[in-house]
């Protein structure tokens, strides 16, 4: 099985609004990621969680924090968000950080 | 900074044709480089990964190059199909395997 599983599949939020972003895999994966991608641009990675460390991409604001409550979760939550978050938020996990990254089908995200 | 760049941006080809994707790196210092396909609004399903040390692989109709040395890599698809159509992306995992930067993918068409 080699399933990464987002949820929700569309979220519209407000710019004062708090939400949440689930990714879950069940492939005993050690690495997961986010990753932010903009209509017609690649994904642009935002967080890496390995090896119980998070490491984050320094140009991601804080309004978007993640957590990791276990090996098989990690969540990005959201906190006054402004209307150019809006995108597909993709999730990622692989074996290791050097293998294969398997991705889940995304959350679109719109930020009125 | 790792500069990843895809050639051409889009192509359209009759179902049948064989056709070559082409993938371009500025930094060879790379751990593996990998193959994704993204259809329409969904998440990115790995096809090939390519190890440094490597030359080639396939995987059923598909096959894809690496020369580390001119930083190129290059996906050949053999007698496309309706069903290949979707967009292309390649990434690059960097050595110290914190960054895997995708190159803006190339939108394929197959007409029947």
């Known amino acids: 099985d080699t399933e990464v599983t987002q949820t929700p599949k569309h979220l519209v939020m407000g710019m004062t609004n708090k939400k949440s972003l689930k990714c879950e895999q069940h492939m005993g994966h050690r690495a997961m990621y986010w990753y932010k991608q903009k209509a017609k641009k690649p994904p642009e990675l935002m967080f890496v969680?390995?090896?119980?460390?998070?490491?984050i991409n320094e140009s991601v604001p804080s309004r978007f924090s993640p957590e990791c409550p276990n090996s098989s979760l990690l969540n990005l939550h959201l906190h006054a968000l402004q209307p150019e978050d809006s995108a597909l938020y993709l999730c990622a996990s692989s074996q290791l950080v050097a293998d294969t990254q398997y991705f889940g089908p995304g959350t679109r995200l719109t930020v009125l | 900074k790792q500069e990843v760049t895809q050639i051409p941006a889009a192509l359209s080809v009759p179902e049948g044709e064989n056709l070559v994707l082409n993938c371009s790196f500025t930094d060879s210092a790379i751990y593996n480089l990998q193959w994704f396909r993204q259809d329409p609004g969904k998440g990115l399903t790995s096809l090939l990964l390519?190890?440094?040390?490597?030359r080639e692989q396939t995987s059923g109709r598909l096959n894809a190059s690496l020369d580390k040395s001119s930083g190129r890599s290059t996906l050949y698809i053999a007698a496309s199909q309706p069903g290949d159509s979707a967009t292309y992306l390649c990434a690059a995992l960097n050595s110290g395997y914190s960054t895997l930067t995708f190159g803006k993918g190339t939108m394929l068409l197959v007409s029947p």
């Open positions: 390519i190890q440094s040390s490597q």
């Open positions: 969680y390995s090896y119980e460390k998070l490491s």
